[in-house]
């Protein structure tokens, strides 16, 4: 029997998925919380430092879009997912 969620690329299980890491160093301090759909990432780091990046155009990361206008309703609908997995998991992280 073939498996439909893994070779039909049209079925979608979720819209996003949501990470978090600790402890972990990088240009964005000591740990984030991550939200990733399809085409786009959006990183909250532990010292509320923000990313967002166009994985499609810009797979390697290089390009930080947060403060670009044109992307402040994705950004909204990226907090919005971080929100609504803080309430589900009861994670304490202060979100600007």
């Known amino acids: 029997m073939k498996n439909v969620l893994l070779s039909d690329d049209s079925t979608r299980v979720h819209d996003y998925v949501v990470s978090e890491c600790t402890g972990v160093g990088g240009q964005l301090g000591q740990g984030h919380r ?4 399809r085409n ?25 879009l947060i403060g670009v ?6 950004v909204a609908g990226f907090k919005k997912a971080l929100a609504d997995w803080k309430s589900l998991t009861g994670d304490k992280k202060e979100y600007p």
């Open 40 to 64: 786009w990432k959006y990183i909250l780091s532990d010292t509320n430092q923000e990313a967002l990046y166009n994985l499609e155009e810009d797979p390697y990361e290089l390009n930080n």
């Open 69 to 74: 206008k044109e992307y402040g309703s994705l």
């Open 34 to 37: 991550m939200v990733r759909d």
